[in-house]
């Protein structure tokens, strides 16, 4: 746009236009940079819509729209057919599972157990996860971040679902106590990455802060609170009770991470252990992803991400 200003020189009056430059906002180059990636990543809204509605009870609508992204991903080379078989025999045998007692009962979570592990772990094939960042950076404190939109992961939220339904259905009378001892442990978790040079401050809202979100909440944090609190922090506590179920199902949550390093082992199992108290302390399942997700997107937005570079 233009404007006028007026210049004085002596008795010279000017009028002279001069273009005025307006840098677009941070929310407009996220919602630019989320719409450029729309024509690929499209599909993946129905699969976020699914998991609310399975989420909200209206688990009938969830799992006809989970069979409307399987058929668009297959149709376009994205999921193939050894992939499909995959998925199927996954979740039909989550189905049958609160119908089955005794050994056979126990066989069947283990193979379940087996199966959440490997497909979330991303390695069963014929799954083609979409690489939508490569190699960016949060800030110029941080390192290279790649992202993939996951295809089979998000799987073991529906598989979790039909195999153990009470996790959706665990409401309780809060404890204050350990649901504050919870939430004191994610902030204790930073100040524990920054005394050890894990993270550095940084704060930064990166382009694709959008796209990053809505990827760790659904297709992450959702799937993995899934299977370690709504179903093995339930089932151990079962057993060995509440303290036996948050601690192991937290180790177990750490140890998954052993991929990144004896470190990372140490500050997932210290975040296990915050949203396992969470989910102890409300018994309602978006109590831990919640935490899960707002660590993450603090994590983010505050330091550098995933390490200082």
Request: proline residues 6%.
């Amino acid at each position: 746009m233009t404007q006028g200003v007026t210049l004085q020189l002596g008795d010279l009056h000017c009028l002279v236009f001069v273009r005025q430059y307006r840098m677009p906002a941070t929310d407009e180059i996220t919602v630019t940079f989320f719409l450029s990636l729309m024509p690929t990543i499209w599909p993946w809204p129905i699969l976020i819509v699914a998991q609310v509605m399975a989420l909200v009870g209206r688990t009938g609508v969830a799992f006809s729209l989970l069979v409307l992204f399987i058929s668009i991903v297959s149709a376009v080379g994205l999921i193939l057919p050894v992939a499909i078989a995959v998925v199927a025999f996954g979740l039909v045998g989550a189905s049958l599972l609160p119908h089955l007692k005794g050994a056979v009962a126990v066989i069947g979570h283990a193979l379940l157990i087996l199966w959440c592990l490997a497909i979330g772990a991303h390695l069963l094939p014929g799954f083609k996860n979409l690489k939508v960042l490569d190699q960016v950076q949060a800030g110029v404190g941080s390192t290279d971040f790649t992202l993939h939109l996951n295809l089979d992961k998000p799987l073991v939220f529906f598989a979790i679902l039909l195999a153990w339904p009470r996790m959706l259905h665990g409401a309780t009378q809060t404890k204050l106590v350990p649901l504050l001892a919870g939430l004191l442990l994610l902030p204790s978790l930073f100040l524990l990455g920054l005394s050890l040079g894990a993270v550095q401050p940084e704060f930064s809202v990166p382009p694709w802060w959008l796209v990053f979100a809505l990827s760790n909440l659904f297709l992450t944090c959702l799937a993995e609170e899934a299977f370690f609190r709504g179903y093995l922090q339930s089932a151990i506590t079962l057993r060995l009770g509440a303290i036996g179920g948050v601690v192991t199902a937290s180790l177990l949550f750490g140890l998954a991470h052993f991929a990144g390093g004896p470190a990372l082992v140490v500050f997932a199992s210290i975040l296990g252990l915050g949203c396992g108290l969470g989910y102890y302390a409300t018994g309602r399942f978006w109590v831990p992803v919640a935490m899960h997700f707002g660590f993450n997107l603090t994590h983010l937005l505050l330091f550098t991400y995933p390490g200082p570079a």
